[in-house]
């Protein structure tokens, strides 16, 4: 489960780093997305 988490927040900062230098918002939306499932996994690790 927790690497299903993992994996959704990679996608996420992937798709942001692809959007660096040409769309902020959707940069920092996808930054801010990638949070959730990154400190859900870290739940199923402790």
Same mark, same amino acid.
């Given at each position: 489960?927790?690497?299903?988490? $993992?994996?959704?927040?990679?996608e996420r900062l992937k798709?942001a780093k692809e959007a $660096?230098?040409?769309?902020?918002? #959707? ?11 990154? $400190?859900?996994?870290? #739940?199923?690790?402790?």
């Amino acid at each position: 489960m927790a690497r299903s988490y $993992l994996k959704q927040a990679e996608e996420r900062l992937k798709h942001a780093k692809e959007a $660096l230098g040409n769309n902020h918002a #959707f940069v920092i939306r996808q930054s801010q997305e990638a949070v959730e499932p990154s $400190l859900k996994a870290s #739940f199923y690790y402790t």
